[in-house]
Every structure is written in C-alpha cells, then in structure tokens.
C-alpha cells in the first residue's frame, strides 16, 4: 500500500481567497447572460470551493465580438512586435509576484502539488510568455526567387481571432502554451479553461489587464464543452481552434469547424506512450524514471509513459525494485510538502481510473502494487502496477489519465519497436539504453511526436511539442507554435527593365 499524509486541515492557511469568479469579456468580469453559475469543486474533500459564472453561447458571442473588434480596429496586432512583447514581459512580472498564489488556485481547484506549482507550473507559465516575448518582433517573411519579371515577398500574419481550448490536468501551463504565442503573434482571443479548474485562469486574465493588454484582447468564458465549447468551435467568426484535451472531444472539434467557416483547427490529443528499457540500462536509474513516468502529476499527463516495456534480461530485478519504490510513494494533501501524489482532478475521473483497474483485473492482469482508492476524503488512488497484461487489454490499450501502469517484458528490439507502435495514439515515448545505435534505431522507428532518451517528461518551450496519428496535429511550445497563429501573404509586383531578376 502507498504511504499516507496527514488530513487537510493543518493547511487551511495555504488556502487563498477567491476574488474571481465571473467570465472576462472585454476587459471587464462579468456575469453570465444567463445568471447561471457552476460549482468547482476540490478535489481534496469533494467539497465545493466556489459558484463560478457559467458562460454559454451568448457569453461566447459576445467575447467574439470584442475579440473582433480589438483585432480588426484595435491596437495590439498593429502595435510594433517590441511594444507587444514589453506587454507580455510585464505579465509575466506579475505573475511571478503573484507565483504563491496562483499555485495554491491549481492546487485547490486541481489537485496539484503545491511544492511543484511554486517550483516548475507557474514559472514555467511566466517564462512561456517571455520565450514568446522575445519572439513578438522577429515575425517576418522572405523574399522571394521568381522565375518571371516579377519581384515576390511573403508577410506573416496574424490569423484573426482564435478560440483557445484548455484542458484541465496542467492549467497555468496551459494558458500559456496557447495565449503565448497567439498574443505575439498579434492575434485575438476567446480562452475557454476547463470546467474543472477556471479559478487560476481567472486571475490570469485580471493580471492581463493589469500588464496593459487591450481590452478585447484576451477574454475568458467558464463553461462546459458541450455548451461554451461547442460554441467557439462552430463559431462563424473566430478563424482558429486550438484545443488540448482527449481524442474523442477533438473529433467534435473538427467536426464543427468543417461544418461552420473551415476554421483552422490544431489538436493535441491523447496518448498511451511507451517507455522501453533494455538490458544495458542502469536498473535503479530505469525504476526511477518508469516510475516519474506514469505517476508524475498523478498520472493526469497526455505523455504520461503508462506502457512500460522491459527486456527480458533485467525484468525481474525491475519488477521487483519497482514494486518496493511504488509502496513507498507518498499520496496525500498537495499542500503537504512531502507528498508525492495528490487527488485525482475530480470525481468523475476517480472513478474512471478506478474503472481501468476493475477492467485490468477482470481481464487478467496481475495487480503488483496499489489497485484501490485511498481510504480517505478527496480523490485519492494509489499507484497501481499491472503485470501478465497484453496489448489487447482496455488497462494497456486505452488512455486511463491516471497513475496506472502496465508492465511488461520483451526479448528483442524489433518486437519492442513493434508493440511499441502498437497504439491509436503517438504523442511521445521514452527510450533507456546505453547503446547509441540502438537509441537511434527505435527513436527513428517509433511513429511518436516526442522521442526521450534516457529521460522523460523533458518538456522545454523551446522544443516543438504534438502527436501522431489519434494524438493531433499542429505543435505546442517552439517557433513551430508561433506560427500556428500566422499566416502567410504572398506579394507580387512586376520588374521593369531590370538588370536582372
């Protein structure tokens, strides 16, 4: 059984006051048209946090509106790429002055360690901004080699409006990874957080205004997919989509855009991510990084690498080492600075973890470790390890967003590269070797967006991220994320008379 923290109440002091709870739509906190609020809940207790306004698709409506207006008339995608990114620097100012709160919202709203959201979420979310900062002003085109008496250059421009779809499990880090670049791109928003955690969001958008970002230029809609969601996505005057968040919601996504304006859509989608170690590989190194792997944010990581395959030579010191570690892992209050797992976001995913694991041992897998919910309020699991699982099987097969792994052996690399790449999703997997060849003969075999070696969740703002396959398309993080939010305008005039062309 894993370890146990103490109960929540000797970290009521940590628990900030909720000074934002309504929609943001141009510059200003508003109610819903519709009166309608919503609770968010924390996931620590079950018990409610707040009432938070519920936007629909008249609240939506109207942040196109003033996304529209501060795009086609408005100052910020006219204003040089240095005044737009000196804008984005102060916010990013303020938001490490205000870095202990804000970590405190996503831990109460979602269950996220305090410890890592003041150490990693919150200043990996300010230094999103000033990585796209320092890119608002080098946003140019080419000039063009054209075989006729012409002279050609391209523009990049900003593509308009844009509904940014955020998921749940990383909040902060999220709005930025979408906002970031689409402000220094020049572009307009309308920002939907997930229903489960808007609290972080809210005050991101008073921090906004405050840094002296135009009104109508970020906006923020609480809701529900099915309602405020479904809303930007089929909406007939935003040019863009880009949303993170499972498969099935970005079929709908991309349903929608084709049947309203052919908007622009990018997806980062789920995943089930394999982590393979061979033989040569430093066990207790190996153990460490699986376990980082599939228990890192409880297991709520679209990357999360939850099929874990180890070679034949070393599986059993690896089970039985890995089993020993994951005994030993801490879950408890995320206030808790020696907890290493918090609740699971929400109910409604507790139980869907808790379903996998029925699933896994009714279809014959062996339970290593964990296997049950902390006996406890909140939403807690422990660390579950599956062995005597095959690929077929729901446990190994599907995302599950939770700290659930599959475990298993394998003889050669073709069959690792093989099972590997056994999956609908391909959105990152890791690889352990000491063998330079063989690292680089599976990463090139593997049909995934990210490829880790000797490492895992290496996640950087400079480094292109997105899927294969069911995982999506369209990067986060990079340049290759800035021009998402571009387009590219060709001009053509006629030479006269030139020397040359």
């Not at 394999?274 to 430093?282: E, G, K, R, T, V």
Request: aromatic content about 10%; hydrophobic content about 40%; overall charge negative.
């Amino acid at each position: 059984m894993a370890k146990r923290s103490n109960g929540t109440s000797e970290y009521l002091e940590n628990i900030p006051d909720i000074k934002f709870t309504n929609l943001f739509i141009n510059g200003e906190f508003v109610d819903s048209i519709s009166g309608k609020t919503f609770e968010t809940v924390d996931p620590r207790t079950g018990e409610v946090i707040t009432l938070v306004a519920e936007g629909d698709k008249e609240d939506v409506d109207l942040a196109v509106k003033a996304a529209r207006k501060a795009f086609d008339h408005g100052t910020w995608p006219r204003m040089s790429g240095f005044e737009r990114g000196r804008i984005m620097n102060k916010f990013a100012d303020l938001i490490d002055q205000n870095l202990e709160e804000l970590a405190a919202l996503d831990t109460i709203d979602g269950g996220k360690l305090f410890s890592l959201g003041k150490e990693s979420d919150i200043p990996s979310a300010s230094r999103m901004l000033r990585y796209y900062a320092g890119a608002a002003d080098k946003i140019h085109g080419e000039t063009l080699k054209l075989s006729m008496e012409f002279q050609g250059y391209t523009l990049l421009e900003p593509v308009g409006v844009v509904g940014l779809i955020i998921p749940w499990n990383f909040p902060s880090l999220m709005f930025f990874i979408k906002a970031a670049p689409a402000l220094a791109a020049g572009c307009t928003m309308v920002l939907k957080p997930a229903e489960q955690t808007p609290l972080s969001a809210l005050f991101y958008a008073h921090l906004a205004k405050q840094a002296g970002i135009p009104d109508g230029v970020l906006n923020v809609i609480n809701g529900f997919g099915s309602t405020a969601g479904a809303a930007i996505s089929s909406h007939m005057d935003i040019d863009k989509v880009s949303f993170t968040g499972s498969t099935e919601v970005g079929r709908l996504i991309m349903q929608a855009a084709a049947t309203s304006n052919l908007k622009q859509v990018s997806l980062e989608l789920g995943g089930k991510s394999p982590l393979i170690i061979f033989d040569d590989a430093d066990v207790d190194k190996a153990v460490e990084l699986a376990l980082l792997a599939v228990l890192y944010n409880k297991g709520e990581i679209c990357c999360a690498g939850s099929r874990v395959y180890v070679q034949e030579g070393i599986y059993e010191e690896f089970e039985k080492k890995i089993a020993e570690k994951a005994k030993s892992w801490v879950v408890g209050d995320p206030f808790d600075p020696h907890v290493q797992q918090g609740p699971q976001v929400d109910k409604d995913q507790f139980e869907k973890i808790l379903y996998y694991i029925e699933q896994g041992k009714k279809e014959g897998g062996t339970l290593l470790t964990g296997g049950k919910a902390l006996n406890k309020k909140g939403y807690y699991i422990e660390p579950t390890i599956f062995t005597d699982v095959k690929e077929e099987m729901l446990v190994v097969s599907d995302e599950i967003f939770g700290p659930v792994m599959s475990l298993m052996k394998f003889k050669t690399v073709e069959e690792a590269i093989e099972r590997a790449n056994n999956t609908k999703y391909g959105l990152a997997a890791g690889i352990v070797t000491k063998d330079l060849n063989v690292a680089n003969t599976v990463s090139r075999s593997i049909r995934a967006g990210t490829i880790w070696i000797n490492c895992y969740f290496a996640l950087d703002r400079g480094c292109p991220f997105g899927g294969y396959k069911m995982s999506g398309f369209g990067k986060d993080k990079g340049m290759k994320a800035l021009y998402k939010f571009l387009q590219v305008k060709s001009v053509v005039t006629p030479i006269y008379n030139s020397p040359w062309l």
